[in-house]
């Protein structure tokens, strides 16, 4: 096997001046010498404090059978000792907040039995219960405190080497050594053998088993690697101290791949697309969450490895991560940061992206295949070539993305926000869901069809010469077409035109020319625009400080005011003109409804005018009536039957309100369920002479769109 040469950087200080580019394969951290120092600093550390915990608990224990104390003072250090062992049991097995609990339960009832003692005139000492007290919490002290430097210094060893047991074992017989010197040093020489032998007991076996229980309350919460932890930030510190460090640097884009981090100071301010892949040591490392989660242990695993066992990534900053080829199937990154995140050849199935921050991502040939992605934020982001066959892109928002060559068959699309520089170039899709109802996508579109070559594109893809304009709320018509007229005679040459009108949720999108060829000075100038607006310029904006930018927000802000200031005019005068025309509430707001009605996805009707949504095409609803009913005629032979398809499909191209085979079978499509539900002899002539119908059909576009009407009708 051949074995890849390392170079060593422990100990380096980098800069941004002195920072190579290619860090793969290397070793940072500690020298081995700053490491035996910080050893040898531990074992003196526990050597004193060893030799005060074994003077203490030899005192304690020679107190409890020695003959010449009195009864009460035997009884103090027994109660003492209990106390103590109780709380040490407690802390290793149930943490911290419980062991304090412990203690504070054993000297409430250490103080109740001492009470009752002194009631019986067992205990003569009118001074014992606050001696008890006062002892109990010495002896507690001394023990919290070696118990706490003892989790530090097991701790730290972990950090500094990866192998630690011989550094533990080192580490214990110091600790043993200084209690065997501290029990000598109270040990009286005139005292039995009996008592200098359960002293020294004493002093040993009570610092040992404080030492044991530090190792395995670190064991039973995994320190030093659970987050947050005061003992895992120290243990860091020192354990980095001295050794290779990258603080404060930009380190993006570069690669670390196979290096070794331990004990490296890694806490950098840019880690956009760093590369940690195969990289050792990590946890052991002094990280922050400046950029990204690191101190999180999924976040290292994942960055490393390029998966996880834990799937829980909700809510956490992975902003910039580096996770090509990574495997998350079936992840959980609801609310999580990933805004510029590399995933180029990751495997996303399955996962959750409800919510998340996706913006500028790079998916590239990623397989996001059955992803939820509802609310998901992919401004700017780059899905070219991706799967996205089955994902939900419920209200997404996709403005700036790139779709092309992606595969996006039974994606649903629900309010999704589409802009104009949002591109489906070659993207292949046989069909969408228009609804999201019962967390399942519903209303296939094409229902009995699947899209022609580009036609998806086409439908979906915006001319790059279109504003988006977002009303929240219901849409007042003739608000927006008065503050449309006013602009257009202000300033003609701005050339400004509604194409269309959109409903998203509860949003309205009103798309407008725009007129790149002028500059947002001169929009500015010429519509005589105040400096503030309180609208905000939408996602599909090109970037702060730029031309294109400015020209959008100036023309955005001057509609923006023009609408407001007309509907509040329209709202002012609304009951006047209710009043001197007879009408009444309820009639007004039946007259409001019916200038809103929508038919179907791409037109909508204006009192008896169809209108599509998508151009400048509009056509009288009698007459595209008439001509669709002209051709369901059981009895027309195959040449008028042609002859009048003819004549329908000129006239939509003519007047632009259907240009396209789908647009125009839609509109069909609805024309018939319209008649069909104000004719019920008409309904009735579709559904029974349906086959003599379509036999007389040359055009299959007009054959799917009477087939797919009387389908609805007979649902």
């Not at 180029?344 to 921050?357: E, I, M, P, Y």
């Not at 934020?377 to 403005?399: E, H, P, Y």
């Not at 009895?635 to 329908?648: E, I, K, M, P, Y």
């Not at 007389?696 to 009407?709: C, D």
Request: hydrophobic share 45%.
């Amino acid at each position: 096997m051949l074995r890849v040469s390392r170079r060593n950087i422990k100990g380096q200080q980098f800069s941004q001046k002195n920072l190579t580019f290619e860090l793969c394969n290397t070793i940072a951290g500690q020298k081995i010498s700053r490491k035996i120092k910080l050893l040898l600093g531990l074992v003196v550390i526990g050597l004193v404090l060893s030799l005060i915990c074994g003077a203490v608990f030899a005192t304690l224990g020679t107190g409890i059978i020695s003959n010449n104390d009195t009864t009460a003072d035997r009884l103090l250090y027994m109660l003492s000792a209990i106390v103590v062992a109780a709380w040490l049991v407690v802390t290793v097995w149930l943490g911290t907040s419980k062991g304090l609990l412990a203690v504070t339960a054993g000297i409430v009832l250490v103080q109740i039995m001492g009470f009752g003692l002194v009631l019986s005139n067992t205990i003569r000492d009118e001074h014992f219960l606050i001696s008890v007290a006062a002892t109990v919490l010495v002896y507690w002290l001394i023990c919290n405190l070696f118990l706490g430097f003892s989790r530090l210094a097991f701790a730290i060893v972990d950090i500094l080497f990866e192998s630690a047991q011989i550094a533990r074992m080192i580490w214990v017989g110091a600790i043993a050594l200084g209690a065997l010197l501290g029990a000598f040093l109270v040990i009286e020489a005139t005292s039995p053998s009996f008592v200098r032998i359960i002293s020294i007991l004493s002093g040993i076996g009570s610092t040992v088993l404080l030492t044991v229980g530090g190792w395995c309350l670190n064991r039973r919460q995994n320190i030093p690697w659970r987050s947050p932890e005061a003992i895992r930030s120290w243990a860091l510190i020192l354990g980095s101290w001295g050794g290779t460090s990258f603080y404060g640097l930009d380190l993006s884009e570069m690669n670390f791949q196979g290096a070794g981090l331990q004990n490296s100071d890694f806490r950098a301010r840019n880690l956009n697309r760093t590369c940690l892949k195969g990289v050792q040591g990590l946890s052991r490392a002094r990280v922050d969450n400046r950029y990204l989660d690191l101190e999180d242990l999924r976040v290292q695993k994942l960055l490393t490895h390029g998966c996880s066992q834990n799937k829980n990534f909700q809510g956490l900053n992975l902003q910039g991560a580096y996770l090509q080829a990574a495997d998350m199937r079936d992840f959980d990154f609801t609310e999580a940061k990933l805004s510029g995140a590399d995933f180029k050849q990751a495997d996303l199935r399955g996962s959750v992206l409800v919510r998340s921050q996706l913006a500028g991502a790079d998916f590239r040939g990623v397989d996001l295949r059955n992803n939820n992605l509802t609310d998901a934020n992919l401004t700017g982001a780059d899905l070219s070539k991706a799967d996205l066959r089955g994902s939900i892109l419920v209200r997404a928002q996709i403005a700036q993305a790139d779709f092309s060559q992606a595969d996006l068959t039974g994606i649903c699309i629900e309010d999704w926000s589409v802009s104009n520089a949002t591109r489906f170039t070659q993207a292949r899709c046989d069909y969408v869901y228009k609804k999201y109802i019962e967390n399942q996508p519903a209303e296939r579109y094409p229902a009995d069809r699947d899209f022609e070559v580009g036609e998806f594109a086409a439908l979906f893809q915006q001319p790059a010469d279109l504003l988006e304009l977002i009303f929240k709320g219901d849409l007042d018509y003739n608000a927006l077409s008065l503050a449309f007229y006013k602009l257009e005679a202000e300033a003609p040459e701005l050339e400004i035109e509604i194409k269309g009108i959109e409903q998203r949720g509860n949003l309205w999108v009103v798309k407008v020319n725009n007129p790149s060829a002028l500059t947002a000075s001169s929009i500015a100038q010429r519509l005589n625009l105040s400096n503030s607006s309180s609208h905000p310029v939408s996602s599909d904006t090109a970037a702060n400080g730029s031309a294109e930018a400015a020209i959008e927000t100036a023309l955005k802000d001057s509609i923006y005011k023009e609408y407001e200031e007309t509907k509040s005019r329209l709202e002012a005068s609304e009951q006047l003109v209710q009043q001197l025309a007879g009408v009444t509430s309820s009639q007004a707001e039946a007259l409001k409804g019916l200038s809103q009605q929508s038919f179907g996805n791409h037109f909508s009707i204006t009192g008896s005018t169809i209108t599509n949504l998508a151009g400048s095409g509009e056509i009288s609803y009698a007459e595209a009536a008439n001509q669709v009913r002209a051709l369901v005629n059981p009895n027309a032979n195959a040449v008028q039957t042609t002859d009048a398809v003819g004549v329908l499909l000129a006239r939509l191209q003519t007047l632009k309100i259907a240009t396209t085979p789908a647009t125009q079978t839609e509109l069909i499509q609805q024309l018939l369920i319209s008649e069909a539900g104000d004719d019920p002899a008409f309904a009735e002539l579709l559904i029974q002479q349906k086959d003599q119908i379509l036999a007389a059909l040359p055009e299959k576009a007009i054959a799917a769109a009477i087939q797919g009407a009387i389908a609805i009708l007979t649902a």
